[in-house]
């Protein structure tokens, strides 16, 4: 069986929408996630080990949890948040609750990975905390960050390709519906070249905007 080109379209702009979305709002959860692991932690310049000994485990928790069982065991909360647990709206919430501790760790390594001769600098010119982290933390973190956000974009799209497997929409969906139900060979081949366009464009516009931002 043949899956006409208004079907594929219509699965792509579902996917489009839902890594969209939850990496909007992941991305908000992440960087903020992050910065607190990055701040808090002993030595910094918001050391606070009751917050860090919190928000570190919270996060752990939710990077242990793999996505197809995060996506039944939080059913209860997706229908209060949206109002049903099926459909693509519905697989947002799971995905944003997914890929925002992924995000963070990611955020965390990168903040890391700036010289601790940059912080010191700022403390010594007067900077606040908030200042340090705006002006000088980010900022100097920025290429790295940008690749780190590529890196949980693709895999959020890995993620929207299991969301198809309980009624989320996308690709995924339409691979499992039309390509595996029902037998479709081509199907799952076009929704794997597909993904796998989707997937090297967004990793070669990453690499290219970081190439671009670290010789700013």
Do not use: C
Not at 103 to 108: K, N, Q, T, Y
Not at 123 to 136: N, S, Y
Not at 144 to 157: F, H, K, N, P
Request: net charge neutral; glycine share 10%; aromatic share 6%.
């Amino acid at each position: 069986m043949e899956v006409s080109n208004e079907l594929i379209m219509k699965a792509l702009w579902e996917t489009l929408y839902m890594v969209s979305i939850s990496l909007f709002f992941g991305a908000i959860i992440g960087i903020l996630l992050g910065v607190t692991l990055v701040v808090t932690r002993k030595g910094h310049i918001l050391e606070n080990r009751i917050l860090f000994s919190v928000v570190n485990p919270i996060v752990n928790i939710f990077r242990s949890i793999p996505f197809i069982i995060l996506l039944v065991a939080i059913i209860p909360f997706t229908r209060l948040i949206v109002g049903t647990s099926i459909g693509t709206t519905a697989a947002i919430v799971p995905l944003v609750l997914h890929i925002g501790p992924y995000i963070s760790r990611l955020v965390e390594n990168s903040l890391l990975e700036v010289d601790e001769g940059i912080i010191e600098a700022a403390k010594a010119m007067g900077a606040t905390p908030l200042q340090i982290i705006f002006k000088f933390l980010i900022p100097e973190a920025f290429p790295s960050l940008v690749l780190s956000v590529t890196t949980a974009t693709i895999g959020l799209i890995g993620a929207t390709a299991m969301a198809g497997a309980i009624g989320g929409g996308g690709l995924g969906d339409l691979a499992i519906t039309y390509g595996y139900q029902r037998f479709s060979t081509i199907t799952i081949v076009v929704t794997v070249i597909i993904l796998v366009v989707v997937v090297q464009g967004i990793q070669t516009l990453g690499n290219i905007l970081e190439r671009k931002l670290r010789r700013v």
